[in-house]
């Protein structure tokens, strides 16, 4: 479900924006690095929702290294 809303909503437009100031090959790296910060973000509010307390933003800091690791 989340790869079916993340990539025509976030992935695809930050390629396409990406191809247009580097090459194809490396225009997928800040694709899928958004991917994975929105992805946080969205952890993130949804704790918040829950436990009604402050972001930490560890869940967050999580997704983006996990996100560098896998682009």
Known sequence: ?????LRPAVYAPMRR????????????????L???????????????????EMPTWEVTMFFVLHGVCTA
């Open 34 to 52: 958004a991917a994975f910060i929105v992805s946080g973000l969205v952890h993130e509010l949804l704790f918040f929702y829950l436990t009604r």
């Open 1 to 5: 479900m989340v790869p079916a809303i």
């Open 17 to 32: 924006v990406s191809e247009r100031r580097m090459s194809s090959g490396w225009a997928l790296f800040p694709g899928i």
